[in-house]
Each structure stands twice: as structure tokens, then as C-alpha cells.
């Protein structure tokens, strides 16, 4: 199958622009097929800067029928498809196929409907996420994923990633949001999954698109779950002398029963770099502090404030700090919000590294983290979403000094196969796109590789969907096999190597 | 009977190489959800044990032959519980059948379902192949989401072996009240107050009277009381068991029982025989006479979908999909089940 979809692909090659230009003209306005360098430079990469490619065309369609076109050619002529919503994908899912097509839904950004009474959304794929809570908003209602991304990326990218964000702690990621989705597939055929109700019919489709990286199908519409916003909220801000004790504060918080909407965790190279930036007047000399986010009906939260203000005192924070308001609230949060930019002012570039790992390892994982640091001679800040253990190292390099790129590639790669070993995930929200497929070898098996395989030819024979990403093949995984052994043992010892 | 890891994996490969259906099998209490079909037992009852529990990390990995009631009990030790409140059916229920039906309870419309608290799963393939999807970690993104692909699939995709549950901590107090309501009232009112932050944890109305339960801190619910008005019930816990199960009166009939998704806040159907709703209104069981085809038309007609759900004597017992569907949910059942041994014909007649 992988064999034909290469013959298919090499077919492409051998269409001249021309025609294929012509006939996209056929079915977009002019202005909507885009086929020269200057106009395709702004899709040459997502964001994961380390990798560019040129796509042959861009196309940006405003409606369903000439999506439905578009798709049509490309199978005609085997054209690989790239679908992109705003492109702030950290994984390189949404760079483009140097034969393909980057297909650009970002003009597809009407909110359809807003159904207050089943608390539902429904949306068109280049929707941005933060549009949506902005429509539900005179309702009382408001849509929970929340990535740090919301102003830019589209709803449409966040199924593709099943993104997260601060809040996903208590109230879900992406995957547990959506309640219904209009799929196009690859042979230009409508499928409609799920509804305004609690279950569907059927396999469970709707969580097999989620986190799917544009690999399955292309997303025309989304319904989303609505909720009610939550009665009060209230910030506590703790720091700790030592990482060690800041990790055991987070799995105390959480044993005792708290479900806080979010709890992250700043080390203090990021608390550094945010007081320089903006002064949100985080204790500077702290190992690290947590911001933890309660929220609920009134009753409720003040008796777990009490309770998580005792766990953290039990926990030695050398200080505890409770917003009195809601302007104190966000200061606290604006350290935290504008970490990465106040990270990108310490340093030409950085790359951010994102795996999940049990809780209980996190003063494990960042002490050793922090051995990876100095032996590769990067520097790296650690701010993430501890509460569910989502870390973010964030490395920080000069792609203009000679090999630090590899090496920060190298460093990050590292502490991917740390997240494995302690049980934990390559990745927790940003998805494994072109970045994470050597570690997607690490962490399955041959079989299981196959299987995911044999998921998407169900859907895409021909792999012509982001052909390419989220999931190696097996002879990338022997090659990347061959130089990393595992526990003494050599995966894929069968295959041959070349 | 196969116990161990390598006899099942044995018996499928046998099954496999034979074409030889196999009816996968455990504690047999949800047997009759589903299609009625044929085939040499394979059975999960001794492929038993918590493997993993970590309180602090809140999760829960067991086999899936493990005693639905042995892991409730662990996990209640230390004030856990499965969030969506899953049916037993009967006291040998099994964490691997539960995940296989795929269905909630009572919470599942503030706590989320079965499905929201997947984690990973361990599966045997049709090929006979031992897989591993997912994980112990709440995000986690590697790869597509088999494990929850698994859950409600009804075995058809995998004999399922470990399975990996998110848990959550269980509200300190819970109170349920009661209120006289018309069908229309009861629906407007059960949706009004969803929009609202009270932690509202189940729904339940019966034609006569809407039942709300309330879980929190004491204040809490006590002040949501204060808010909502109506009576406050005694035994609250064996009300929300009986729903459960099944217990109270209305599920007791003999006429085809019909689980009815809908929309939440439409209006009552009109459809005969009587019936009782949850979870907001979006989930109605009728026991009803309607005719199959009479009844799907007019729940469609509302964006919504039907089941029999017990006394199916019917070829047709979901709701039939789209041609686009069927035809993917045919290709991935070829992708994990190449023979089609793995309770061929469970979820529907074409696969
Ligand atoms: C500053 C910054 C902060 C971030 N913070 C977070 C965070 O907190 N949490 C988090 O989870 N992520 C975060 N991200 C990552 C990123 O924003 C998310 O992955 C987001 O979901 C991508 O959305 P997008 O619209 O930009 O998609 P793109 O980057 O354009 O595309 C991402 C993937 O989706 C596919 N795709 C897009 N639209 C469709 C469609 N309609 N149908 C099918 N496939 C489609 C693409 O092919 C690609 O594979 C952050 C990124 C940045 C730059």
C-alpha cells in the first residue's frame, strides 16, 4: 500500500504547475490559488521554525463546494493535501509537501450557530478558539480548551492536535469537547459523526479524529460543548525553595482530593526571564513557584482554599500568596502567560519540548532534565502544566552558532525517551507532526505501528491526507533503531538495515 | 478456560488461522446488549488483578476480567471513584465488559463517560497480536486514539486485556431533591439550571416528579437546595443505584425497552408507551410498542438517535449509520480484525 501511494506521489511530480494551476482555476477564484514564491513563503513553515518546506500551491477556499473540488483534483492527480488552520502547530504538523497542496481553511471562520439551551457551539473549522468563548459570552457560556495559542489557532487545528490548556486539568482536553464533526473525507464524501447528545452510534469515530493531525480526514465543521462559567474563581500563588518540594505539593494537592482547574509550575530560570519581561512580581529567588487556579461555587471554594493553602504550607512553600481580586489574579497569571515571549528575550531561539510523565516523577524528571542541560551545554526553563504532569522544557539555543540546533534537537529527543522510560508520553498537547517520529518509535512497538497504519489507510488508502507526519514508518523506526538501542535490546531486530 | 496472557493470546491465533468466530465473554451481565450472535466462548472471567493504583496519580490499571465491584472497592478506600458511575447489571460485572458497552451512568452528563476516562488499554487483535495504545497520563497524544476507539466497540475490535482508568475524587457530600414538574417544565428547568455553576452530578425525571442531585461541600448543596426549592429525598445513594441498575419500577416490563439520544433540551417525543429521562434530558428509555421504523423516523426527525436496548428480537439494534460510515467502520474493522473472528456481528450485521 505504502509502495503504490509512492508510485502515486512520483505521478504528481510529473503534472507541470500549469495544469495543475489551470484546473484549481476552474473550480477558486483567482486570487485563491496560490502558485508563486513570495505568496507561498508565509506557509514555508508552522510553528516549528527549525523546519521549511515550499508547498507547490496554496489554496484558500471560502466554502464547502470548493473544498469538495479541491479534494477532487487532488485525488485525481494524487496530489498530497496539507490542511492548515493557523499554522501555530509545534510540531510541524502543518508544514507543507513539497509535491502537495497546503490547503488554508482560515477563511472558513463563521460561527454557525450558538444553542444556549443544549450549551453547544457549532463552527466552522478556521473558527479561532477564543472567538468561540467570545460568541457564548452574553449566554454565560464559554468553550474550556484553552491552549496558550487561543487568539490565533482555529478550532479546526485543535481537533487536528486535541489541544490542551491551563484549565484541561479540570475540565478536559479537546477530545472530551466535542460533541459533533462534519468530515470530508478523501473521496470527497460527507461523514457526519456524533451530535448535540451524550453518545453516538457506531465506533467511537469522534475520538479517533481528535488528535488525528489532519491525517484522516479534513474538518468542514465542529460542534462544541458550551459551559456555564464558574461562579468565583480564586489564584494562590506558592513558592518553594526547592523543585522537590514543589512537585510533592502538586501530587499532595491532588491526593487530598482538589481538582483545581490549573495548577502550573514555574522553575526559576523562568521566573528570571518573567520579571525581567513584564515584573509580575513572582519571589525571585524561589526554586520554583506553582500558580494553582481554584474555581466553583462559593461555598466550595473557600473550604478548598483552606484545605490547599494547609497542603502547601505542609509542603514547606516558603511563601503562600492569595490573590485578594481579580486584578491581583491576573498579574499572577500574566508571569505565566508571557513566559515564552519573556524566555525569547533570554536568547536568539528556543525550542520547547513537550511530554507528559506520572506526577510523582516530576522532581525526578526535572532534576534529571537539568543533568541533560549541562551536559549538552544548553540551557533549559521549565514552566508547564504540572497538574497534569504536561511538561514544557523549553531549550535555549542560537541557531546561528554552529550545531546548536542538532544539539538542542539532540537535547530534546533525550528528555523525550526520559518521559518514556518514567512511564509517561513523547507528547501531551503539541502532537508528534514531522518533530516526534524517531521518539514514536521509542514508545511502539512495530505492531502497534502497523496498526496505527492500517487506522489510516482505512481512511486514506493512498495516503495522500499529511502524508508524512505523526506516524513513522517502519523502516524510518529500524534506521532510527539502529543507532538507539533500548534496554539492551535493538527494536525491530527483523527488519533489515541499510 | 484461558487465564493467562499467552492461552488468550493462543485461542485467537487458533481462531484466527481457523476463521473461527470467537463470542468474547466475562462476567455475562451485559450479554444482551447488543446483536445476538454465535461463536466459540472466549472467556476473560480469570484474567483477573489490579495491577497499578496510585491514589496520588489517579488511576487505576487492572485486567479486564477484574470484578467491576473489586476495583469500586479499592479505589473507595481512598475516596475515589469512576467519575461516570458505570451500571453493573449484575454483581460479576467486569471492568472489560464495561468498557466494551461503553456505557454511564447517572454522572455521565456533568462527569463525563467511560470514554472521557480512558487512558490506554492493552488489546489482542484479531491476528492474535498483543498491542498496547495510550497510557497512564491524561494528555497524551502520541499516536491515534485506539483506546478510546475501543470503548463501546463491543469487542469487535480487540479482545481487551488491561485496561487504564482515570479516576476522580469523590464529592464530599451528596443530597437529592425532588420536585413536581410537567414533561415540558422538567425539561426547561433540568437545562436552565445546567447553565448554571451548581454542581448538579445527575438527573433524573419520571413523568411525575424531577429528581436532581446535588454534590459538594455541604454549604454547597445545602445553598443550591435553598436555590432549586423541592424536597429533599432520603436515600439518596440507593435512588441513583437503582436508576443504575435498573432497578426502579419502570425499567421492570416486558415491552422492548428503547434508549432514546437526544438533544438535551427537546421537547417530549411523540411516541407511545411510557417513559423516564436523564442527564439533562438528552438520554430518554422508553418501553414502548412503537414500531422500529415509526420510532427511529421520529427521534430523527429530533437529531437524534435510538437503541433497543433490551427485548431485541431485532435484526437492527442501533441506530443504522450512514453509507460514508458503515463503509469506514467496515475498513477499520478489517484493520484490526483482517478475519472478522472478534465478535462478528455484535454491533451490526455488516461487520
Ligand atoms: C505560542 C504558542 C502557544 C501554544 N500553546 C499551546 C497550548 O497551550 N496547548 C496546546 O495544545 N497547543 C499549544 N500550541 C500549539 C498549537 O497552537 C495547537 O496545536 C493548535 O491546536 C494548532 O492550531 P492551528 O489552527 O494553528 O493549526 P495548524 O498549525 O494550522 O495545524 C495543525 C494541524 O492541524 C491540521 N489541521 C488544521 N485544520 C484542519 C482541518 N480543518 N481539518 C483537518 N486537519 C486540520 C493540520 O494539517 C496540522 O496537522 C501553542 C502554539 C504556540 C505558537
Known sequence: MLLWSKVYIDMSKSISLSILTQRFHQVLPEEAVLTNKEQLYPYESDGLTAYRQLPRLALLPDNHDQIKAIINICREFQLPIVARGAGTSLSGGALPHAEGVLLNLAKLNNIIEIDPNNRTARVEPGVTNLAISQAAKPYGLYYAPDPSSQIACTIGGNIAENAGGVHCLKYGLTVHNVLALKILTIDGEILELGGKYFDSPGYDLLALMTGSEGMLGITLEATVKLLPHPQQKKVLLAAFDNIEKAGNAVTGIISEGVIPAGLEMLDNLTIQATEQYCSPGYPPNAAAILICELDGFEEELNSQIILVKKILKDCQAIEVRLARDEQEAELLWMGRKAAFPALGNLTPDYYCIDGTIPRKYLAHVLENINGLSKKHGLRVANVFHAGDGNLHPVILYDANASGELETAEELGGEILELCIKVGGTITGEHGVGVEKLNQMCVQFNEAEITTFHAVKAAFDENALLNPGKAIPTLHRCAEFGAMHVHEGKLPHADLPRF | ?351
Open chain 2, 1 to 351: 478456560m484461558a487465564e493467562n496472557k499467552e492461552d488468550i493470546k493462543a485461542q485467537v491465533l487458533e481462531a484466527y488461522k481457523n476463521h473461527r468466530a470467537l463470542q468474547i465473554q466475562a462476567g455475562e451481565t451485559k450479554h444482551f446488549y447488543g446483536r445476538n450472535i454465535n461463536g466459540e466462548p472466549l472467556s476473560l472471567l480469570k484474567h483477573t488483578g489490579i495491577t497499578e493504583y496510585e491514589p496520588s496519580e489517579l488511576f487505576i490499571t487492572s485486567h479486564s476480567g477484574t470484578p467491576l465491584i473489586e476495583i469500586e472497592q479499592a479505589i473507595e478506600k481512598h475516596n475515589q471513584m469512576l467519575p461516570f458511575e458505570p451500571p453493573y447489571f449484575g454483581s460479576t460485572a467486569t471492568v472489560g465488559g464495561m468498557v466494551a458497552a461503553g456505557l454511564s451512568g447517572p454522572r455521565r452528563a456533568s462527569a463525563g463517560a467511560v470514554r472521557d476516562c480512558i487512558l490506554g488499554v492493552d488489546i489482542i487483535n484479531g491476528k492474535g497480536e498483543y498491542l498496547h495504545f495510550g497510557g497512564k497520563v491524561m494528555k497524551n497524544v502520541a499516536g491515534y486514539d485506539v483506546s478510546r476507539l475501543m470503548c463501546g466497540a463491543l469487542g469487535t475490535l480487540g479482545v481487551l486485556m488491561s485496561i487504564t482508568l482515570r479516576l476522580a475524587p469523590m464529592p464530599p457530600c451528596e443530597q437529592t431533591i425532588a420536585i413536581s414538574l410537567n414533561p415540558n417544565d422538567a425539561i426547561q428547568k433540568m437545562n436552565e439550571w445546567a447553565n448554571t455553576a451548581m454542581p448538579i452530578s445527575a438527573s433524573f425525571y419520571d413523568g411525575n416528579d424531577l429528581y436532581v442531585r446535588l454534590s459538594g461541600s455541604l454549604s454547597t448543596t445545602q445553598a443550591c437546595i435553598d436555590i432549586i426549592g423541592g424536597e429533599c429525598i432520603d436515600w439518596s445513594d440507593i435512588f441513583w443505584k437503582n436508576i443504575r441498575e435498573h432497578a426502579h419500577d419502570f425499567f421492570i416490563t416486558d415491552l422492548p425497552l428503547w434508549r432514546i439520544s437526544v438533544p438535551p433540551n427537546t421537547p417530549p417525543l411523540k411516541l407511545s408507551g411510557s417513559y423516564v429521562m436523564e442527564w439533562n434530558g438528552g438520554l430518554r428509555w422508553y418501553a414502548t410498542e412503537d414500531n422500529a421504523e415509526y420510532l427511529r423516523a421520529e427521534v430523527e426527525s429530533v437529531d437524534g438517535h435510538a437503541c433497543v436496548f433490551r427485548g431485541n428480537n431485532t435484526e437492527q439494534v442501533f441506530h443504522p449509520l450512514s453509507d460514508v460510515s458503515m463503509k469506514i467502520h467496515r475498513k477499520l474493522k478489517h484493520a484490526f480484525d483482517p478475519a472478522g473472528i472478534l465478535n462478528p456481528g455484535k454491533m451490526y450485521a455488516e461487520f
